[in-house]
């Protein structure tokens, strides 16, 4: 078998018209909102000059994702997808509008930028499970290793070119220019959506209730591997995410013009790692590969705490972002090639929570931690040990999740589905 067998990308769910639609906009659109992922912190951190103040930025984006992904995942498994992920999509363009505007005046208004970071949490919140949920439903099952390694591939373009050019918009122009160009990006993304073919919820589609709600949540509470692809991502971005103190940590390594880098580096890590990854086709201990790549994540962030130099810093971010790539992609199959397509969306909505809550959390941890005597530095490799530590915690506490083989997660799926066919037609 060759080496580029052995490495490289399997490509084959671009042959399908309405997946390279979703794959083209998204990429374009998260450019985009990549480069405001970025703006919006460091116009706190300049307008009050407190890491706390930038942390809370994760606790107005909480607040409402703790809802509106229940209500979203619901609503994912009653409507066209389609149409839901298209209207968020031109709501989060009419936000940054917004956020535009208010760059523009002479003195921006530090609440707005909160108020906005919450809307479009609000947003993302009823938009992500419909996405989430709709993809599988683009390719066959088979492909599902494949589209989460392509999906990451564009998200990682994003996330590596998006932080990139919005260091150097930051520096070099008026940040009304700056999210003037993530305007311009969701055109693209409208324009794709629009594009695609309806996708519509299965048969005798549950209605939003609290009670189809209910029903989501007591199935992944029965699914030991769904509980721990949650459990572990809560614990490694809880303790391990430091982004909220960059802009802390560029000026202690070089100043504004290389914040973008900081963003960067993980996805370029996380790059290299999605572009050989067709190895992950082949291996189906899936729980255990992402314990594994959480403990290197936190180790990363070690990494990135004791590190004075720049270079060593990026080197330790962009081994993070590898090892977080590993264990998405695993989490991803697991959660596509498991779940039954009337349960999609609902539990969409809870997997969103899972992978938001933590960073988010981790945000305001690591912005008052960095207010201690540990100082910025300090939060940051302290953080990264406690991620260690909480994953071999976790090991040990859930051994059906560290022996868990996809093979019979595909099975159990398609059982699933079938029956559910069975007792409504």
């Given at each position: 078998?060759?080496?580029?067998?052995?490495?490289?990308?399997?490509?084959?769910?671009?042959?399908?018209?309405?997946?390279?639609?979703?794959?083209?906009?998204?990429?374009?659109?998260?450019?985009?909102?990549?480069?405001?992922?970025?703006?919006?912190?460091?116009?706190?951190?300049?307008?009050?000059?407190?890491?706390?103040?930038?942390?809370?930025?994760?606790?107005?984006?909480?607040?409402?994702?703790?809802?509106?992904?229940?209500?979203?995942?619901?609503?994912?498994?009653?409507?066209?997808?389609?149409?839901?992920?298209?209207?968020?999509?031109?709501?989060?363009?009419?936000?940054?509008?917004?956020?535009?505007?208010?760059?523009?005046?002479?003195?921006?208004?530090?609440?707005?930028?909160?108020?906005?970071?919450?809307?479009?949490?609000?947003?993302?919140?009823?938009?992500?499970?419909?996405?989430?949920?709709?993809?599988?439903?683009?390719?066959?099952?088979?492909?599902?290793?494949?589209?989460?390694?392509?999906?990451?591939?564009?998200?990682?373009?994003?996330?590596?070119?998006g932080p990139a050019l919005a260091g150097l918009l930051i520096s070099a122009v008026d940040l009304a220019w700056v999210y003037a160009f993530d305007l311009l990006t969701f055109a693209v993304?409208?324009?794709?959506?629009?594009?695609?073919?309806?996708?519509?919820?299965?048969?005798?589609?549950?209605?939003?209730?609290?009670?189809?709600?209910?029903?989501?949540?007591?199935?992944?509470?029965?699914?030991?591997?769904?509980?721990?692809?949650?459990?572990?991502?809560?614990?490694?971005?809880?303790?391990?995410?430091?982004?909220?103190?960059?802009?802390?940590?560029?000026?202690?390594?070089?100043?504004?013009?290389?914040?973008?880098?900081?963003?960067?580096?993980?996805?370029?890590?996380?790059?290299?790692?999605?572009?050989?990854?067709?190895?992950?086709?082949?291996?189906?201990?899936?729980?255990?590969?992402?314990?594994?790549?959480?403990?290197?994540?936190?180790?990363?962030?070690?990494?990135?705490?004791?590190?004075?130099?720049?270079?060593?810093?990026l080197f330790c971010l962009a081994f993070a972002g590898a090892a977080d790539m590993i264990s998405g992609i695993f989490r991803s199959v697991i959660w596509s090639q498991t779940i039954p397509?009337?349960?999609?969306?609902?539990?969409?909505?809870?997997?969103?929570?899972?992978?938001?809550?933590?960073?988010?959390?981790?945000?305001?941890?690591?912005?008052?931690?960095?207010?201690?005597?540990?100082?910025?530095?300090?939060?940051?490799?302290?953080?990264?040990?406690?991620?260690?530590?909480?994953?071999?915690?976790?090991?040990?506490?859930?051994?059906?999740?560290?022996?868990?083989?996809?093979?019979?997660?595909?099975?159990?799926?398609?059982?699933?589905?079938?029956?559910?066919?069975?007792?409504?037609?």
């Amino acid at each position: 078998m060759s080496k580029r067998k052995h490495f490289g990308m399997d490509l084959s769910p671009l042959r399908s018209r309405d997946f390279r639609l979703v794959f083209s906009g998204g990429t374009i659109s998260g450019f985009g909102s990549f480069i405001t992922y970025v703006t919006i912190p460091y116009q706190v951190a300049k307008l009050t000059d407190d890491p706390l103040m930038v942390g809370l930025l994760g606790v107005c984006e909480l607040v409402p994702l703790l809802v509106m992904s229940f209500v979203g995942g619901a609503l994912a498994d009653y409507v066209d997808r389609r149409l839901l992920v298209r209207g968020g999509e031109f709501a989060l363009a009419a936000l940054t509008g917004v956020l535009l505007i208010n760059a523009l005046s002479d003195e921006p208004h530090l609440w707005l930028l909160y108020v906005i970071a919450a809307l479009a949490a609000t947003v993302d919140g009823l938009q992500r499970p419909a996405l989430e949920a709709m993809i599988p439903r683009l390719v066959e099952p088979e492909q599902l290793p494949a589209v989460m390694a392509i999906n990451s591939l564009g998200f990682q373009i994003a996330q590596l070119g998006g932080p990139a050019l919005a260091g150097l918009l930051i520096s070099a122009v008026d940040l009304a220019w700056v999210y003037a160009f993530d305007l311009l990006t969701f055109a693209v993304s409208l324009t794709c959506l629009t594009l695609v073919r309806a996708v519509p919820p299965p048969p005798s589609a549950d209605r939003p209730s609290l009670k189809s709600v209910v029903t989501g949540v007591r199935y992944a509470k029965s699914r030991p591997e769904l509980l721990g692809t949650y459990l572990v991502d809560i614990n490694a971005m809880f303790f391990g995410m430091p982004q909220a103190l960059f802009p802390f940590l560029a000026m202690q390594l070089g100043g504004p013009k290389i914040l973008g880098l900081l963003y960067a580096a993980p996805a370029a890590g996380a790059m290299v790692a999605t572009l050989t990854s067709s190895w992950t086709g082949r291996v189906h201990r899936h729980g255990l590969l992402v314990l594994i790549a959480a403990a290197f994540w936190g180790l990363g962030i070690v990494g990135v705490g004791v590190s004075n130099t720049l270079w060593l810093t990026l080197f330790c971010l962009a081994f993070a972002g590898a090892a977080d790539m590993i264990s998405g992609i695993f989490r991803s199959v697991i959660w596509s090639q498991t779940i039954p397509d009337h349960l999609r969306g609902r539990l969409a909505g809870i997997e969103m929570l899972s992978y938001t809550t933590g960073p988010l959390l981790g945000q305001l941890r690591s912005g008052l931690m960095a207010r201690t005597r540990l100082g910025v530095t300090g939060s940051i490799w302290l953080g990264g040990a406690l991620c260690i530590a909480g994953t071999l915690t976790l090991a040990a506490a859930l051994p059906r999740f560290f022996h868990y083989n996809g093979k019979d997660g595909l099975t159990q799926k398609k059982a699933a589905d079938e029956a559910y066919l069975a007792a409504n037609t």
